[in-house]
């Protein structure tokens, strides 16, 4: 593995006696925009938390270009994971106004962007002398993706950034966001249930499974080599000769699987085989239900 970048090596999590992640392995790379995908109680809000020294480990090792990342300042300052502010924690004052609470996270992040932060509140239509307590789950999101985004840390995590937002603002927040990586060049980690429309905005995508990486690989590529196929069960269990297939469907004589193709692999459909290609939503379903053969 190399020196350079974010590096989770033989990463062991667990609360009690419940294991949360399991020998993980994962290397991000600079400049990337990330999709973190997983089901519920995959490990997603854990791992962002152990990769932002938010959580210690129970082994194993993190380091960001070499140092270690648990309880080092010098790295930690170079890491932004802004958390869904819960007003039922008492984390904060929830009677705080969110000008207030922008104020107390500018006090933590080194790199804070006040002006860009003005502009993300024009942006987001965030009334700043409203209390955190009166906010909508949308606009909770949005207050912590403005932190998120003016903290211009190198590397920032967003966990369910638009949980509860609209789609006219969930669409705003895709456009700004790649501005923003267009014109800083820092590595976002984004984990997110709405795959679909997330899709088009992350260059690489990590399938995290029973505390485990599934995949972590370029979204292009990865929709590329997806493919459906269906038919009579004969023409599909003689194209799946050698292959692995997910998620097996029998109807009657008819049966359908999802597959991946090697890279540069092609496999054509005939009379008796449909071959259709596949959306990321479509793959991680696929994928996460159990593997049958």
Not at 29 to 55: D, F
Not at 77 to 91: D, G, K, L
Not at 255 to 260: E, R, S
Request: aromatic share 6%.
């Amino acid at each position: 593995m190399s020196m350079e970048g974010l590096v989770c090596k033989n990463v062991y999590k667990s609360y009690k006696k419940t294991e949360v992640l399991n020998d993980l392995n994962l290397e991000l790379e600079k400049g990337k925009i990330y999709g973190l995908i997983g089901r519920n109680g995959a490990g997603k809000t854990t791992l962002l938390s152990l990769m932002s020294g938010q959580n210690p480990l129970t082994s194993g090792e993190i380091k960001l270009d070499g140092q270690a990342v648990w309880e080092n300042q010098e790295i930690m300052e170079r890491i932004c994971f802004s958390r869904e502010i819960n007003p039922m924690t008492n984390q904060i004052n929830y009677n705080m106004k969110i000008k207030n609470y922008l104020k107390m996270a500018s006090i933590y992040m080194p790199k804070w962007d006040q002006a860009y932060a003005e502009e993300l509140i024009k942006t987001f239509e965030l009334d700043v002398n409203k209390s955190i307590s009166k906010l909508s789950k949308g606009m909770l999101s949005m207050v912590t993706i403005t932190v998120a985004l003016a903290s211009k840390a190198e590397y920032t995590f967003m966990d369910e950034p638009v949980a509860g937002v609209d789609v006219v603002m969930r669409d705003k927040f895709y456009r700004v966001l790649l501005e923003e990586f267009a014109e800083s060049g820092r590595t976002f980690v984004i984990s997110t249930h709405i795959i679909e429309e997330a899709a088009d905005v992350f260059e690489e995508v990590i399938m995290l499974d029973g505390g485990k990486i599934l995949l972590k690989e370029n979204t292009v590529e990865l929709l590329d080599r997806a493919r459906h196929i269906s038919g009579t069960a004969e023409a599909v269990d003689k194209a799946m000769k050698g292959r692995v297939a997910y998620k097996e469907e029998k109807l009657g004589r008819s049966k359908g699987v999802t597959l991946l193709l090697k890279p540069g692999e092609t496999l054509a459909a005939d009379e008796e085989l449909s071959v259709q290609p596949m959306s990321l939503q479509q793959v991680f379903v696929a994928m996460c239900d159990k593997e049958v053969s």
